[in-house]
């Protein structure tokens, strides 16, 4: 087996080091990604006793092979190292994220039904009330883009689909965030982090025997009455834990790539104003700036995979049994794939956009979330043609796999 031995060091010289735990890392990662995927394609920390792989070919071929990089034991490198809730002897929850073709096929299939491209487009009058909604609440001349919108309307959306009760709806946003802080250096969930995500669990397992009782027109209630294929040839109901798990994922998923997606935007038209200045030109070009956002700084950074069999890749040998960190952000930046990838270009050719994912698990809710987006940036457009951020109060997200940010003040200019 051939490993790489490296010691820690900096993105711009030296020892090459990989930490995406440490609290100064999602600040830029960029520069450290391309030397990965220049010198060490298939990277190894004896720090954190994880593979990387970073080149775009690579990170695609991975996805689409869960033959070898299964999703079974988790999605994250804690889950993996550690067991579900920092428990070995607790397997993984029945997630449709933590499940390999056939059976993560068959609960995909439930859950896609809501997802379809009619009915998604036929909630998007809705989706601009939730998402204007919100933005009429704001300080017209100087507000938060991420505190006091961007993080508000997708879990609303999410949870207005599901059937979570309106007064119920923002408390799910802060369990999630509970559930996904780290601090520098940790990998695993802390306390609170657990205490929220146990929180928000009983809320849904009560929601959902409500639900049993008084089915309403809406997701959760949808799951309740569908039946699924199980393994054995039989067909029976989903039970309420499955449901619970279902709608924790989905709820969760909803909530946080739109709220950073949005919230990364104004940075960077601010960094690149000639950008913006197409999109008031011309607002056709709005759909191209989400991809480009998508591309340039993706929410997820990364995700984690397990190996089942030993692989082969430049060189170096994955052993069996190690979890391996598929890294999205860097293969959004492969230059093998695509032309000057460190430079925001709205019209930009895409080609395999890989921010929601690929193959297997690429995101049912891709749809909905480009929905959101590009109603955000056109309500941007309309409300905010000329703004400025206030960088001294830029705050970035303290998450394992998450780039984004968590405060992103603007004033309004006339």
């Not at 070995?88 to 491209?117: C, E």
């Not at 487009?121 to 704001?138: N, S």
């Not at 207005?160 to 601090?183: C, F, H, N, Y």
């Not at 025997?209 to 393994?231: C, F, H, W, Y």
């Amino acid at each position: 087996m051939t490993t790489i031995d490296i010691d820690r060091g900096s993105a711009s010289g030296g020892a090459l080091d990989f930490d995406p735990f440490s609290d100064v890392f999602f600040n830029d990662p960029y520069p450290t990604y391309k030397r990965l995927r220049d010198e060490a394609p298939v990277y190894y920390s004896e720090r954190y006793d994880f593979y990387a792989i970073s080149r775009h070919a690579d990170v695609t071929a991975a996805y689409k092979n869960f033959e070898v990089f299964s999703s079974s034991r988790g999605v994250d490198l804690n889950t993996i190292r550690n067991g579900f809730l920092n428990r070995p002897d607790m397997p993984p929850p029945q997630l449709i994220i933590m499940m390999d073709p056939p059976d993560h096929n068959r609960m995909r299939v439930l859950v896609s039904r809501v997802f379809t491209p009619r009915a998604i487009g036929a909630m998007e009058p809705t989706v601009r009330d939730i998402i204007t909604g919100f933005l009429d609440k704001v300080d017209a001349k100087k507000f938060d883009v991420v505190a006091d919108w961007s993080e508000k309307f997708p879990v609303e959306i999410i949870c207005t689909m599901l059937g979570v009760p309106e007064e119920s709806r923002q408390q799910i946003k802060k369990w999630l965030d509970r559930s996904l802080t780290r601090a520098p250096g940790e990998i695993g969930v802390s306390e609170d982090g657990m205490n929220a995500g146990i929180e928000a669990g009983m809320f849904y397992y009560d929601l959902v025997v409500k639900k049993r009782e008084n089915p309403g027109d809406d997701m959760m209630s949808r799951l309740i009455q569908t039946e699924i294929a199980r393994e054995d040839g039989t067909t029976t109901s989903l039970d309420d834990v499955e449901i619970v798990g279902f709608v924790s994922l989905l709820g969760g998923a909803g909530a946080e790539t739109v709220t950073k997606l949005v919230g990364n935007a104004p940075v960077c038209f601010a960094d690149n104003p000639d950008q913006w200045q197409k999109i008031l030109d011309d607002s056709s070009k709005i759909p191209g700036a989400v991809e480009e956002l998508l591309r340039y700084h993706p929410p997820a950074q990364y995700v984690c995979r397990y190996t089942l069999k030993d692989s082969e890749m430049h060189g170096v040998t994955i052993p069996a049994g190690k979890p391996v960190l598929l890294i999205n952000g860097s293969a959004s930046r492969d230059e093998r794939v695509y032309k000057d990838p460190d430079r925001f270009d709205i019209e930009r050719e895409q080609g395999q956009n890989i921010g929601f994912g690929y193959g297997v698990h690429s995101c049912l809710g891709a749809a909905l979330a480009r929905m959101e987006s590009r109603i955000a940036l056109e309500l941007m457009r309309e409300r905010m043609p000329k703004f400025e951020v206030d960088r001294s109060g830029l705050q970035r997200v303290n998450m394992t796999n998450v780039a984004g940010y968590a405060h992103v003040p603007v004033t309004v200019l006339d």
